[in-house]
């Protein structure tokens, strides 16, 4: 089965722009989650969802909004970008969403902001 | 208020030798304890992770770790490291129990190795 596929791999926009992220869980999975690792750090928590629903939010921005859709996948949408949004977007996707359970992460989405 | 902590930034060992990595935590109750690595410009791997039971956890590549409540930490292991091991890796929590989802990530361990 395919991992845990994001796209696209790369992204350059300017200040001020919108820019939307995609996701594709692995097969049988309904459960994805949004980080954002910028240089030098650690990913930190954007989004959970489990069955469409918003299960999780971390501590960004109403700028940051992302959906499910009925086959798992997801949008991130990242509104008015500002410099400090540059960064490795990385998705993860589990089966049913637990604590518990492994996160499989994707490969990640480069944002740069000019 | 929650966290993780890693306190080194990072670590050079000699290929063969042997290698821990720590991880310090900050919660109200033992969280659920995860080891991941990343190797440049890949998306993270799991290499362990600890709910309860045996406090020694066996994870994938020969690396373990020891949960040590006394001490709030997890830290990974390997008796003998691999040229292959050099990455970066990050120790995550979660909370146990009802609640919050959020996957807390410390700030990361890169490993070098020399040949």
């Known amino acids: 089965d395919a991992g845990v596929t994001q796209s696209p791999t790369h992204l350059i926009k300017t200040r001020g722009q919108h820019v939307t992220l995609r996701c594709s869980p692995i097969s049988g999975h309904k459960s994805v989650s949004w980080y954002q690792q910028v240089l030098g750090q650690g990913p930190q928590f954007i989004f959970q969802y489990y069955e469409k629903e918003e299960r999780g939010r971390g501590n960004f921005p109403d700028r940051f909004s992302a959906r499910q859709f009925p086959n798992y996948s997801s949008e991130l949408n990242v509104n008015a970008l500002l410099l400090g949004d540059s960064a490795l977007y990385l998705c993860a996707s589990s089966r049913d969403g637990l604590k518990q359970e492994t996160q499989y992460f994707g490969p990640g989405t480069r944002l740069l902001v000019l | 208020a929650q966290s993780v902590t890693q306190p080194d930034i990072h670590i050079t060992v000699s290929e063969g030798a042997s290698l821990e990595l720590r991880c310090n935590y900050s919660?109200?109750?033992?969280?659920?304890l995860f080891w991941y690595v990343q190797s440049p410009g890949q998306g993270l791997q799991l290499l362990l992770k600890?709910?309860?039971?045996?406090?020694l956890v066996q994870g994938i590549k020969g690396f373990e770790a020891e949960f040590k409540r006394s001490q709030s930490s997890f830290n990974l292991r390997k008796p003998s490291v691999h040229w292959s091991d050099a990455a970066e890796y990050f120790c995550?929590?979660?909370?146990?129990?009802?609640?919050?989802?959020?996957?807390?990530f410390g700030k990361g361990t890169k490993l070098s190795v020399i040949p």
């Open positions: 600890y709910f309860s039971g045996d406090t």
């Open positions: 919660y109200g109750a033992t969280p659920y």
């Open positions: 995550a929590v979660v909370p146990s129990g009802a609640g919050s989802y959020q996957l807390t």
